[in-house]
């Protein structure tokens, strides 16, 4: 494995003073790779949050720009690219699984590239893994070189030889990467990437590398372009956006850049992940003060008990996280507060899991995403000692989501008799003949159409809630 650059998680643990370095138009592709891809299709498979999403759209970018075409059939691929997420070991064993799967593809077409990305591919222990038992894989690299998979499919195709590189290191800036946008009238926007956080259950700093945030100027032209083209609705993104702007000198903060982007005029703003410890009062201001700033906030909890949080190392006591809760609540009409929360962390108690539900009982969430603790690999809560049985903590869980759903309905249930805008998404999954989109609050409603296309904010009237949607009629 020698000609192979494999990852280091010493090496993705340093930090120090460091600006990423800004890199542009990046992508320079010889004339071999320029028509590598002539005739052929491409199929990338995307797992994970919204940044694994917009790497996604990166890749296939550079694909079409190296003439292949996609295909929504495998077995018509030429290529197929597993674009992967390493935030919990379920995401792991899924892809595995889909390795196993995809076997069948390669045996009758043995020319086809298999291929791993994302932050699975960050991690020693996954890529020695599949290069030990899964030899299918063609190609694996990570997520701070995106830029290189032309060169890489050239070694393969032209030189007949697998081609893995993973960096790990602090990372950097890059412009100017081609791009096919999933959708046609919402965009997400990535603002800066890796984090400095360091939670001690979280893999994301060690696969993402170290905070860096790409200067307001870029971020600003890319919102403006893609409202030009016709689209409604950016989602800003990041790791820990609250946290943007601090490895930049005289660039400004999340809050003064959520400002910038609102001046754009562009029709909707949403963010995603917003760390309680970041969150100013500048970026409350903004929520507030400006229209098209959705009224919809993910503030992360994690946990309700402060013993947990503090070996979690999030940062922020509950108290903290409730006067921020309640500032929100008080300074933004209508809004809506999601959450994250980790049941069975290392240690934790029948009692410490009860200060979870109170919290809970207190904010009264729009909606949830809870899960049962999942070690991670190289992370200091994977070494803690863990007594506590599994089922213990599913049937802690059982109980977080009742109440969660509990207030979800409740929640939903104030919408009832309203009218609201709703960005039309399209038909829904279910009955192409029921349409589906989203409220400012980021509340999901199906309703039947009358008239409109995808992009368009209509009037929806809600008559019916239920726990995760609102039914509706057009007006």
Known sequence: MSEYRLPDFIKARKRGPYQAPIIREALKLNDVQKSLGRDLFYHVITYGCQANVRDGEVIAGILEEMGYTHTEELGEADIIILNTCAIRDNAEKRVMGEIGFLQNYKRMKPSMI????????????????????????DLIFGTH??????????????????????????????????????????????????????????????????????LAEDVIKEVIELRDNGYKEVTLLGQNVNAYGKDIPDNGDFGYLLKKVA??????????????????????????????IMPFVHLPLQSGNDEILRRMGRRYTSQQYRELFDTLKERVRDVAISTDIIVGFPGETEEQFLDTLKMVEYCKYDNAYSFVFSPRPGTPAAKMEDNEELEVKKERLYRLNDRLGYYSKINNEKWVGKTVKVLLDGPSKNNPEVFCGYTPQQKLVNFTLKEGKVGDIIDVRITEAKKNSLNGEQI
């Open 114 to 137: 298999l291929g791993l990305c994302g932050c699975m591919a960050q991690e020693e222990v996954v890529v020695k893994r599949i290069l030990k038992s899964y030899p299918v894989v």
């Open 145 to 214: 070189n995106l830029y290189e998979l032309p060169a890489m499919i050239e070694r393969i195709i032209v030189d007949n030889q697998k081609a893995v590189s993973v960096y790990s290191y602090q990372g950097s800036i890059f412009e100017d990467m081609p791009s096919v946008r999933s959708l046609p009238h919402k965009a997400s926007v990535m603002i800066m990437d890796g984090c400095d956080k360091f939670c001690t259950y979280c893999i994301v700093p060690y696969t993402r590398g170290q905070q860096r945030s790409r």
């Open 263 to 292: 001046e754009t005029g562009i029709e909707r703003i949403r963010f995603t992940t917003s760390h309680p410890w970041d969150f100013t009062k500048e970026m409350v201001d903004a929520i507030a003060d400006y229209d098209n």
